[in-house]
Structures are given as C-alpha cells and as structure tokens.
C-alpha cells in the first residue's frame, strides 16, 4: 500500500515538474547505478526538494531537512511518509547524524543541502560540514547537484534545471577534520562550477 501511494505521489510531481515547470535534467549519467550515495545540492527555494527527488527517479531519496518544517502534524506525517527526516540546525544533531547513517547503511540514497537554508540563485552560502562529515565516515561517494531557475516559483521566469555533476569520494585512510574540511569544499567547489556552467540556460549534457 505505501508502494502504491508513494508511486502516485511521484506521479503528481511529475506532472507538475516535467508537465507544467517543463524542468529540464543534465548529467543523469553521473548518478550512481546503485545506493548508497549522497546527493549534495545548493538551496534557493521551498521547491528545491521535490524537484530533485522527481528528477532522481526511480530513486527515492530520503532527506534532511530542518526541525521546524516537521512541527505541523499533516506535515510531519507526509514528510516521515516520503523517507524525510528532522535535523536540528544551529547544533549538533547526533539523533540526525545517527539516522543518516543508518539510511546509507541500509543502502539508501541521502539527500543534504549543505547550505542549511534557502540562500540566494547565484550565490552559494559557506556549507555546513555535516554532510562532509557523514561522506568521510562512512566513505560513500557525493553526487553534486545544482538547481538553476527554482527561486523564481511559483512565477516562472526563465528554464528550470537540475544538473549532477560527477560523483566525489573520501579520501580513504585519514578521517579527521582537515579532511572534512577540505572534502566540504571540493563537493562545493563542484556545485558552484555546475551553477557557472548551466546558470545561462543553455543545454549541455543529456536531457531527458
């Protein structure tokens, strides 16, 4: 029964993003044949999550996202529903923490967004590194992603697109704080030069 619901939701965001947004989808050939992985993507908007879940099918990615948005119930219910679970921003979540690894431990796709809030459409915000963190420890590949045009919905004003950029993988050996550091900003540096590369609109790479 869950399958079922599950699949018409998917059904319905497909309507509205490949149906009414037109979103277009580059670099699909980067997204790992099999979980576990991150996906890592920048956050202009409240649409950014369904549009990155819609354009990751058939993969159903289980997201973090912040505590305030599970505080209604009808909310609280459909996020828990779609594999979205809370994280306390501003502190250190070992609940989150735990619960992210365990969706990757069980071969599930983790989805972040390092900027821990809506930032702005050409800019990056400095990244968390709890996303690092969790890559470093655990060892499984980030795919970067970057969302171009969502910051303007529902008013749309110009192409809408999600890009995936080749998949990053931890250093093996060494997990300490440098290398969350410096893995932190090489996941960052991919999203910005997917951002400066796709941000015109123009169409590189496939599409589907």
């Given amino acids: 029964m869950r399958e079922f619901w599950y699949g018409i939701i998917r059904s319905i965001f497909n309507i509205l993003t490949y149906g009414i947004i037109d979103m277009k989808v580059y670099g699909e050939e980067h997204i790992p044949a099999k979980a576990p992985f991150i996906v890592a993507c920048n956050h202009a908007s409240n649409f950014d999550p369904p549009l990155l879940g819609t354009a990751m099918r058939p993969y159903l990615i289980h997201f973090m996202a912040k505590e305030e948005l599970f505080r209604n119930p009808l909310m609280n219910w459909f996020l828990r529903y779609v594999g979205t679970f809370p994280v306390h921003r501003g502190r250190i979540d070992r609940q989150a923490l735990v619960e992210a690894i365990r969706v990757l431990k069980t ?40 969302i171009i045009g969502s910051r303007d919905l529902p008013k749309k004003n110009g192409p809408v697109c ?47």
């Fill in 107 to 146: 071969g599930h796709v983790l989805g972040i967004f390092p900027e821990g809030t809506r930032g702005m459409e050409k800019e990056l915000l400095p990244f968390h590194e709890g996303m690092a963190a969790i890559a470093v420890k655990t060892g499984v590949p980030v795919v970067p992603a970057a």
């Fill in 162 to 208: 999600v890009v995936f950029g080749p998949a990053l993988t931890p250093a093996a050996g060494k997990k300490g704080k440098e290398e969350i550091s410096s893995f932190n900003e090489q996941v960052r540096q991919a999203i910005m030069d997917l951002k400066e590369q796709y941000g015109n609109g123009r169409s590189e790479g496939e599409t589907r």
